[in-house]
Structures are given as structure tokens and as C-alpha cells.
């Protein structure tokens, strides 16, 4: 069977579009040898290192209204200032809560709590430390405040890179002593939020591992594009301003890379114009992301000269 190192790009509510994508992909006998995803695409890696297939993430994804993570309560309820007061106190309009907890449950029915649970070296997430100002590749970095890589909680991991700034609540990780000290800091959180903050296409993960017995296996990236068919950012207030922000930065991280070296690498999804953050898709939108990724996946593993394959023989 014919392996691949999978990157997936974040993209938020777009990332179902990658769940087409892998289903074209598995279709053609492609499995998947490591994993490594940003944000949204964080998920789909962490899901598919689980051992949950295609079909099985389109159902997750037909049955789960993602609306559901959208949730404020008491006083954040407010319309206008609730929000605002939440941003202000909690540093996010939503908790991040529920969607720690459906993730958490779907890792657990196939078994996987920690990055122990899963093959050495299968998933890497990435995340971003605002306090320190530096990428985070999860779990390997967790050695730098002091714990465990292995331990760690692969759902912890996911809603780290998922933390849409101003968006989801930032997640908090407490500093070790001598991080503290090497960084001439007295904080003692390290405020992690979404990993395309730093690359939201770490289309370069796994290049320098290229040797010995993985030399054969070639990196596939699965990126969202389509970025200019969506519409002009209406600006209403300072929330709006750094979601619109956020969103312009995640559109041209990594652009330059891609476009000068890596096409010939890299899966492109047309997203048909949905936004990062349109929690609010109707089937038919859900439905036509996931047909616009497997259409994608399709043409490019069907190309004559499609890397994989060739790189395989």
C-alpha cells in the first residue's frame, strides 16, 4: 500500500472539506504514515492517528451542529456587553469547553487519552505561545514547561491549536522555574492560542526527517483555498476588528512557501467562499466543502505524475 506523511492545513468550520479530501485519499489504497495538523486540521490528523477512517468522520461530522461549541453563560449572554465583558475577562468570546469534550470523547472511543497511546512519532500538532513568542510542535515541546510529552493529553493538545484568538478562550499552561529564568520572565502562564498564529500550513514538518527507512515516504499537504471568492469583513467593533485580523493572517501565512516550491506537494480545497468561523453552515454548505475536498484529493492522487506514487515505486 502506497504511504504518505499527511500536513493539514486550519481553516476552521472549512476544515470539513479536508474530510473529503481524505476519503478521495483513501479511496486510492494512500494510508497515512504520520500526521500533523493546525488548528481545524489538527483535529483531522488527531482523529485519523485514532484509526477513525473517512466515512466515519463524515458521520461524526453530519450528526455534530457546531453551533454547539458556540455557547456564553449568565451574564456573558448579554447581547453587545455580555460579550464584551467576556472577552475582557476571559480573553475569548467562548469557553472552548465543549469542544475539549467532543474531541475528548471521540479520542476515547478508539482508545487514545495521550500521545502514549498512539504510535511514536505519529501526531504532531502545532500551537502557538504568545507569552513567550514562540511555535509550539506538540507534543515534543512540552518539555519546555517541564512535563512529559507523553503524558499529555492528545484532546489538550487539539483544543491548544484550535484557540481561535479573541475567538476561544486561550489555554494557560503554567511555567516551570527554569523557563522562567532563561526567558528573564516572572509570568507564571504561557498563554497558548491557534497554531496558524505562527504557520497555519506546516507543510515543512517533516522534511527534515527525510532519511534512512522514511526517505521513500513523501509529504502530501492539504491546504483551503479560495480565499478572494469570500466577501469584504464588515468592522464593528474591536472583536470583530482582530477576527477579521486573525482571519486576513491566516489567508496569507505560508503563501510565499507553497506557491515557490511546494505545488507539487500540496492537495488545494476550494473552501466555495465559507469563512473560518461560520459555525452557522447548512448541510448543503457542509456538503459541498466535503465534495469540493474529494474532488480535489481525486485529481491530484489521479495525476500521472502524482508524487506519491511515484515516490513509492
Not at 153 to 163: K, N, Y
Request: with cysteine; hydrophobic share 40%; proline share 4%.
Amino acid at each position: 500500500m502506497t504511504s504518505i506523511n499527511a500536513v493539514f492545513e486550519g481553516g476552521g468550520v472549512k476544515g470539513i472539506s479536508l474530510v473529503g479530501a481524505v476519503c478521495a485519499t483513501e479511496e486510492r489504497g494512500v494510508s497515512f504514515h504520520r500526521l500533523a495538523g493546525t488548528s481545524s486540521g489538527s483535529i483531522i490528523a488527531a482523529l485519523l492517528a485514532a484509526g477513525y477512517s473517512a466515512m466515519e468522520m463524515k458521520e461524526i461530522i453530519e450528526s455534530t451542529p457546531f453551533r454547539a461549541f458556540l455557547k456564553r453563560g449568565g451574564l456573558y449572554r448579554i447581547n453587545v456587553i455580555g460579550p464584551a465583558i467576556r472577552v475582557f475577562v476571559k480573553r475569548g468570546l467562548y469557553s472552548g469547553e465543549a469542544l475539549t469534550l467532543w474531541i475528548t470523547r471521540l479520542l476515547e472511543e478508539k482508545g487514545v487519552r495521550t500521545f502514549a497511546d498512539l504510535p511514536k512519532d505519529k501526531l504532531r500538532i502545532v500551537a502557538s505561545d504568545i507569552t513567550n513568542g514562540k511555535l509550539l510542535v506538540l507534543p515534543n515541546d512540552m518539555r519546555n514547561y517541564g512535563l512529559d510529552p507523553m503524558r499529555m493529553s492528545v484532546a489538550a493538545a487539539v483544543r491548544m491549536s484550535t484557540s481561535i484568538p479573541y475567538f476561544f478562550d486561550p489555554v494557560r499552561i503554567r511555567m516551570n522555574e527554569r523557563s522562567m529564568l532563561d526567558n528573564g520572565k516572572k509570568n507564571v502562564w504561557a498563554y497558548i492560542v491557534d497554531g496558524g498564529l505562527l504557520s497555519n500550513f506546516p507543510l515543512w514538518m517533516f522534511d527534515t526527517e527525510q532519511r534512512g527507512a522514511n526517505q521513500q515516504i513523501p509529504t502530501v499537504g492539504y491546504q483551503m483555498v479560495g480565499k478572494n471568492e469570500t466577501e469584504p469583513r464588515i468592522i464593528r467593533g474591536p472583536v470583530s476588528m482582530f477576527q477579521a485580523m486573525f482571519e486576513t493572517m491566516l489567508q496569507a501565512h505560508d503563501e510565499r512557501y507553497i506557491e515557490k516550491q511546494n505545488r507539487y506537494r500540496t492537495v488545494k480545497i476550494p473552501t466555495l467562499g465559507v469563512r473560518t468561523t461560520d459555525f452557522q453552515l447548512s448541510k448543503e454548505e457542509s456538503d459541498a466543502l466535503y465534495c469540493s475536498g474529494y474532488e480535489a484529493a481525486r485529481e491530484f492522487f489521479d495525476a500521472p505524475d502524482c508524487i506519491a506514487f511515484k515516490s513509492n515505486q
